[in-house]
T-cell receptor
Framework: GQQLNQSPQSMFIQEGEDVSMNCTSSSIFNTWLWYKQDPGEGPVLLIALYKAGELTSNGRLTAQFGITRKDSFLNISASIPSDVGIYFCAGPMDSNYQLIWGAGTKLIIKP | DGGITQSPKYLFRKEGQNVTLSCEQNLNHDAMYWYRQDPGQGLRLIYYSQIVNDFQKGDIAEGYSVSREKKESFPLTVTSAQKNPTAFYLC?????????????FGDGTRLSIL
């Protein structure tokens, strides 16, 4: 079945650093979605990608839809404390309206 | 403002008790979903509904039940058959007509066992 593999599982960064994370699949996806979840809250959509090769920015966040359609990348530039949280990738299954979710990348700011 | 409202924020269940989690949306979305999230894990689909009076099981439906009597509402009941109900429960909705539309989430209900 379709699965999404997110890496890294967690990241410890210094404030001001750039961050990169990715999501890969053994199957082709036509859409990639990136969400962020703060503790005790629901995930919030950050960026949606609909076309292979597409590069989309949302403030300091940039996401890319891989050309093979089997991967996607999320970059955060000049990280700030409020960037901490869990970042999820997701994509729709072929046959219905369900989403497949990655396990998440937890971003932690080093004190 | 349009959005998804989940209530209560925190819920406690006694042994052998059924509890119901509320989810209401005013986004006029056709599809609604319930997910379970355990610490350090991703989201697992419990049930979803694409239209009023119809719903389908997700990956972990055992011990849960839902209803969809109104487009705006999709309550989830955690039954006594669910032996490990402690988790964070998230409700989501999306436009149905296009399969790649993102899901939008409520702020969740945290369920614990007394």
């Amino acid at each position: 079945g379709q699965q999404l593999n997110q890496s890294p599982q967690s990241m410890f960064i210094q404030e001001g650093e750039d961050v990169s994370m990715n999501c890969t699949s053994s199957s082709i996806f036509n859409t990639w979605l990136w969400y962020k979840q703060d503790p005790g809250e629901g995930p919030v959509l950050l960026i949606a990608l609909y076309k292979a090769g597409e590069l989309t920015s949302n403030g300091r966040l940039t996401a890319q839809f891989g050309i093979t359609r089997k991967d996607s990348f999320l970059n955060i530039s000049a990280s700030i404390p409020s960037d901490v949280g869990i970042y999820f990738c997701a994509g729709p299954m072929d046959s219905n309206y369900q989403l497949i979710w990655g396990a998440g990348t937890k971003l932690i700011i080093k004190p | 403002d349009g959005g998804i409202t989940q209530s209560p924020k925190y819920l406690f269940r006694k042994e052998g008790q059924n509890v119901t989690l509320s989810c209401e949306q005013n986004l006029n979305h056709d599809a609604m979903y319930w997910y379970r999230q355990d610490p350090g894990q991703g989201l697992r689909l419990i049930y979803y509904s694409q239209i009023v009076n119809d719903f389908q099981k997700g990956d972990i439906a055992e011990g849960y039940s839902v209803s969809r009597e109104k487009k705006e509402s999709f309550p989830l009941t955690v039954t006594s058959a669910q032996k490990n109900p402690t988790a964070f429960y998230l409700c989501a909705s999306s436009i149905l007509q296009v399969s790649n539309q993102p899901q939008h989430f409520g702020d969740g209900t945290r369920l614990s066992i007394l």
